[in-house]
């Protein structure tokens, strides 16, 4: 029975009963070795040539920026990416590949970044199903008694185990995925990015989890990029950079900064632009009382020029609030203006004639039209049903379009290569560059450096220093502390849906940041 | 297959750099040809087989028979195309075909042969209005939408129109369909030259505009043209709107050329006019198509039932062929593009 | 704990699991229908005419729970029509050859085969369900044809009787059927780990195969299953007008999706229920004969179903509106 198999697990997963499976392996030998890796996607090659081992009960770290591809090593562990070369042997047996199932039943679970939670079954019915044989009996009432067991024994009895997934806070539901991972007394368990919504609190939750299972003879592959975490919890950790092993490291003998400049690659040494120096103290944009799905009463204020950033953990109201500055979700506010007009019950069309432009946070879903042209997409909220489209509108602003290629060193064929085609970091260059030189007060930008390569952000660094140099507000959510702390002028933090800190000058510190985001108010 | 003369509509022009030999490269030219030309490619190697078969295929009088029959077909299904580029279905097309014939037909007395003609495609306009302020507003998906709207309108034609009295057809019609009229010497149906200008026209709107450019990118990405700042549902009601006028257009020709009218005249239309889109190289997730591939995909449809005709086969097997070649052609291209 | 979340209210799971899959309209649509109808015409109740009105609803009710399948994957089937036709005749067809049970069998198989056909090309095949399942309508349509090109076939009295005639009196044997069928559905969807995987597989395939679940054979499992409950409804349409027809599914095809529409499902997949499509059916089917009864003209069914599925549908996204607009005003 499926839910047997959960509620058995539950013993053997709880502290104090050290007996571990009968594995083929000895002691001293590496649970897991990972021998050139390689993954393409097409020319793309994510991963080239990873080779890696993790010892039994040891916590190893995989850490890398967006994109160096820590996600496909991590994807490929657990059986859900075949890779195109290299192998890959878990206590002495080699892996079947592109099988998360066959993975599941040799002992390996993985805790997805992008949630593996399906969102219209229960939490009893993600915990449970996985597990089971598809041809079999399925008892709702005796998978929420399991769930409900497995909740308990994990410390999580506030989840309810009928609710539907998809009505859980996004942090409930890393915990479920990370529960569930945990559930099946794994070997080797992955956590990728498994903590980026957690608060403080459910951190030291999956670290006391992390600690049960390493003192049982299970291993812990962490993939992050929360440096903090990891020299807490990691015994090892290797540095990915551009798909390949850049350095590793043991405990206590690296400083943030190695790590940081090992991630990023010497030659392409970090470098922040400072915020340029204010020339107007006109108001861009303010905001009172802000009021929408997952915003709680915001107040904001933002000066022509300015460059304020967002701050906060995954799921505080972030991508809401720049949804609702933009109209792209319905809100309401005591008072409202844009360059001091005053707007209500704003849409989007609305928004882009008051001067406002919004870069999305999935740029492939939400920013671009992949099967339309690069000239098309960068053209796109400058349609006009009435007049010319396509090749004539084209060639007429030709001028501007190639002076945003130009600007942000778009990699292209030109302006009619097909989006689609262009590079992640080319993509995202087009939702940005559409709203550049285009008469804009405010920019809403929802973490536009995210997954792409370090030059190309350098770029948009420069572009967005640049529109502010011109005038131009910018509202710019970061996922990353040290583009807030380097590149704005003044960063408020959001924590549950309101403004818990507001950080500029002295004040703005990395430290600063993180504290206000675990819900922590610094003492002025 | 070169990569020049390609409309704007399609795949890139640029200046091909360094291009890498053997299968990606013969891919990467296959995919600069648009698409609208393959179907085109396709009628003409079964026009060519078709004269492999019987000789006395290859004349301009077949040519034109069979093109006759398609352009029909293909005017029935421009506005399905519309509905399919901007990533919605119409499947309202058949009774669409009959309300609006019937209504002229019914109109024509009282209105005269101009007046029932605008009637009948502001009824299609209105049809299509509604359809779209339900999609997108109430936002039903658009298969069930017109699926309903489809059964409103039969029922409304049962409970309006008295059948005994739709028999005059008005001149005015018949000479923009089926009257004999010669073009550059050629004998052929009116229908066959006003398809095609409606193609151009439509095929100009679509390439051209800002409104037919916003079409594409709201089927391509529904939530990137919102966020960019389009008008989405703006754009969709118009695109509805259009497809319904356009259906409404084809009852009419439809009357006109068969000279017959009924409360299920429109029925077949309901699968094959998606078909001659789909065999159009549109896809069917929105985003892509173009209104000359429909004619294409609907010259290939007409060419094998020409084949079936010719080799007695009858009308079963050209329906066995029919769901064969969508097959192929979706096949082809049909997977979702961005995976 | 990291978040305090307050414990639920236990509520009783049936209720929520058909408010999560969009049944309650559908079921207060019929409730509503069902009484204007006995208020209109209490004869519905008496033996002959309960008996015509299920056979009228029963094979509509069935064909909907087999689109219901396919949209439960997120797919639709364009081609239910034409398997609807093809294992009608077959079944008409084979009954003057072969045994009964056998020609059930075949009939039955032909279903399975048409579902899984379909279901190959878009689960293995990676192609769209609509483009698939139009491209099968014309090649199972011309198929039907080719079986038997005009109405016929062998179906006799006693096949009429044993699905179509009256158990017991009051109760209409092809009701008991479509029970049966209903039933085993139910448990199926909600009693084994195959049928929440079928709703898990509409909600979110990439999920559940991260889960490490086989979502493709899930898929393909269900469209076969929709072919199969496909050719129990052809069987007994066939059965209960005694006669094979090639093109007895036409009509099929929009009304069993306009039934899956009522019946509140989402054609994303992952919602929807068995209670409110079968009930949404009846709903359908019988606003004809409610029309005949009150003396309308009966051609305004048409028109009145299009008003329902609009309405019911609408309804709660107007309400949804509307709702926020009112809360949303509020300081």
């Known amino acids: 029975m499926t839910d047997a198999r959960v509620g058995a697990a539950v013993p053997a997963a709880a502290p104090g009963h050290p007996d571990l499976p009968d594995g083929p392996w000895s002691p001293g030998e590496a649970l897991l070795v990972a021998t050139d890796l390689v993954k393409s996607y097409g020319p793309v090659q994510a991963v080239q040539g990873v080779s890696f081992q993790c010892n039994p009960g040891e916590v190893l770290a995989l850490v890398g920026e967006n994109g160096a591809g820590k996600s496909t090593v991590a994807k490929m562990l657990a059986g859900a990416v075949t890779p195109t070369s290299g192998s890959i042997a878990v206590g002495g047996q080699p892996l079947a590949y592109g099988s998360v199932r066959q993975s599941r039943q040799s002992g390996v679970r993985c805790a997805f970044q992008e949630l593996a939670l399906v969102p219209d079954w229960t939490v009893a019915e993600n915990l449970s199903l996985p597990d089971g044989a598809p041809y079999r009996g399925f008892s709702q009432k005796k998978s929420v008694v399991a769930a409900a067991e497995l909740l308990e024994a994990f410390d999580l009895p506030h989840i309810d185990p009928r609710a539907t997934v998809g009505t859980l806070s996004l942090a409930d539901r890393q915990l479920v995925e990370i529960a569930r991972a945990l559930a099946g007394r794994p070997k080797l368990l992955i956590l990728d990015e498994a903590s980026s919504a957690l608060t403080p609190p459910g951190v030291a939750w999956l670290f006391q989890r992390i600690r049960e299972l390493t003192a049982e003879g299970g291993s812990v592959i962490y993939v992050s990029h929360r440096l903090g975490e990891i020299a807490e919890i990691a015994d090892r950790g290797a540095v990915l950079r551009d798909g390949k092993v850049a350095g590793e490291f043991t405990r206590g003998s690296w400083t943030d900064d190695q790590l940081i400049s090992l991630m990023a690659g010497r030659e392409a040494a970090r470098f922040f632009p400072d915020p340029p120096a204010r020339t107007t103290d006109a108001t861009a944009l303010s905001v009172a009382d802000l009021r929408s799905e997952g915003v709680h009463g915001i107040d904001l204020s933002l000066g022509a020029g300015e460059i304020l950033g967002i701050g906060g953990l995954q799921g505080h109201g972030q991508a809401e609030l720049l949804r609702a500055l933009f109209g792209a979700a319905p809100a309401t506010a005591d008072s409202w203006t844009v360059a001091g007009r005053a707007v209500s019950g704003t849409t989007p069309v609305r928004s882009v004639r008051h001067g406002v432009g919004y870069v999305p946070e999935d740029r492939k879903r939400e920013g671009l039209a992949l099967e339309m042209s690069v000239g098309e997409n960068l053209l796109v909220p400058w349609f006009k049903a009435y007049q010319l489209g396509g090749r004539p509108r084209l060639s007429r602003e030709r001028g501007w379009i190639d002076g945003i290629l130009g600007a942000l060193s778009v990699h292209t064929r030109g302006p009619n290569e097909l989006s689609g085609a262009l590079s992640g970091g080319n993509q995202q260059k087009l939702v940005f560059g559409r709203w550049m030189n285009r008469s804009r007060t405010v920019i809403l930008l929802h973490d536009p450096t995210r997954g792409i390569d370090v030059r190309a952000k350098q770029e948009l660094y420069e572009a967005i220093v640049d529109l502010a140099k011109q005038g131009v507000g910018i509202i710019w959510f970061s996922t990353e502390v040290e583009e807030l702390v380097h590149v704005c002028h003044r960063v408020v933090v959001l924590y549950q849906g309101t403004v818990i800190d507001e950080l500029t000058g002295v004040r703005l510190t990395g430290d600063a940041v993180v504290g206000a985001s675990m819900g922590l108010r610094a003492a002025a | ?339 | ?331």
């Not at chain 2, 594409?216 to 703006?234: Q, T």
């Open chain 2, 1 to 339: 297959m070169t990569s020049s003369a390609v409309p704007a509509s399609q795949s890139p022009a640029g200046e091909p750099r360094g291009k890498p030999l053997g299968w990606s490269s013969a891919r990467r030219v296959g995919s600069r040809v648009p698409r609208s030309i393959w179907p085109l490619i396709a009628f003409l190697v079964l026009f060519v087989i078709g004269g492999l078969i019987r000789p006395n295929l290859i004349t301009v009088d077949s040519l034109i028979g069979t093109a006759t029959f398609a352009i029909i077909l293909s005017i029935a299904s421009f506005g399905q195309t519309i509905a399919v580029i901007q990533a919605g279905i119409d499947l309202s097309v058949p009774n669409t075909i009959a309300f609006s014939a019937l209504t002229f037909l019914g109109l024509v007395g009282p209105l005269g042969p101009a007046g029932a003609f605008s009637a009948a495609l502001v009824a299609g306009a209105v049809i299509g209005l509604l359809n779209g302020v339900v999609i997108s507003k109430l936002g039903l998906t658009p298969i069930v939408t017109t699926i309903a709207m489809n059964g409103l309108l039969f029922g409304v034609i049962l409970l309006v129109f008295n059948f005994s009295e739709l028999t005059a057809i008005p001149e005015f019609i018949l000479a923009i369909t089926s009257a004999k009229i010669s073009v550059l010497g050629l004998e052929t149906a009116a229908v066959l030259p006003l398809g095609l200008a409606l193609m151009a026209v439509l095929q100009l709107v679509l390439s051209f505009t800002g409104w037919g450019r916003s079409l594409f990118v709201v089927g391509s990405a529904a939530e990137a043209a919102r966020l960019g700042g389009l008008p989405v549902d703006r754009i969709r009601i118009g695109g509805y709107v259009l497809s319904g006028v356009l259906a409404a257009f084809a009852g009419v020709v439809i009357v006109g050329y068969y000279q017959q009218a009924s409360a299920t005249m429109g029925a077949s239309y309901l699968l094959s006019s998606v078909a001659a889109v789909v065999v159009g190289g549109a896809s069917i997730f929105g985003g892509r198509g173009s209104v000359v591939g429909t004619v294409g995909g609907a010259l290939v449809l007409a060419q094998v039932s020409t084949l079936v005709a010719v080799l007695n086969l009858g009308a079963n097997i050209q329906q066995l062929i029919y769901g064969v070649i969508i097959l192929l052609v979706i096949s082809l291209y049909g997977r979702r593009a961005n995976n």
């Open chain 3, 1 to 331: 704990m990291s978040v305090a979340a307050p414990a639920r209210l236990p509520r009783s799971a049936g209720i929520t699991r058909l408010r999560r899959e969009g049944a309650i309209a559908p079921i207060t649509a019929f409730a509503v229908f069902f009484l204007v109808y006995v208020i209109i015409n209490p004869e519905l109740l008496t033996r002959f005419q309960l008996q015509t009105a299920s056979n009228l609803v029963v094979p509509l009710a069935l064909v909907a729970l087999g689109q219901l399948l396919v949209v439960l994957v997120g797919g639709i089937d364009i081609s239910i029509g034409a398997i609807m036709s093809l294992c009608n005749v077959v079944f008409a067809t084979q009954l003057e050859h072969v045994p009964v049970p056998l020609a059930i069998l075949l009939a039955i198989g032909v279903g399975l085969a048409c579902g899984l056909f379909n279901g190959l090309l878009v689960a293995y095949g990676g192609l769209p369900a609509i483009a698939v399942t139009l491209a099968s309508a014309f090649i199972f349509g011309s198929l039907a044809r080719e079986v038997l090109d005009r109405p016929g076939g062998g179906i006799t009295k006693a096949i009429y009787l044993a699905t179509s005639g009256e158990l017991l009196p009051y109760l209409p044997v092809s009701l008991v059927w479509l029970s049966v069928v209903a039933v085993l559905l139910w448990l199926l969807l909600q009693r084994t780990a195959l049928g929440r995987h079928i709703y898990g597989v509409g909600s979110n395939m990439e999920s559940v195969r991260a889960a490490g679940l086989d979502a493709r054979l899930t898929k393909l499992l269900a469209f076969g299953l929709a072919g199969m409950v496909t050719s129990l409804g052809a069987m007994m349409l066939a059965a209960s007008t005694v006669t094979g027809d090639p093109r007895s599914g036409d009509a099929y095809l929009l009304s069993s999706i306009a039934a899956v529409a009522l019946a509140g499902a989402a054609f994303t997949g992952g919602r929807g229920s068995i209670i409110g499509t079968v009930l949404a059916a009846c709903t359908l089917g019988l606003i004809g004969n409610l029309l005949f009864f009150a003396g309308v003209n009966s051609y305004w069914q048409y028109v009145i179903s299009a008003l329902i599925i609009f309405t019911v549908v609408g309804l709660p996204v107007v309400w949804g509106k509307v709702a926020f607009a009112v809360k949303g005003r509020r300081p």
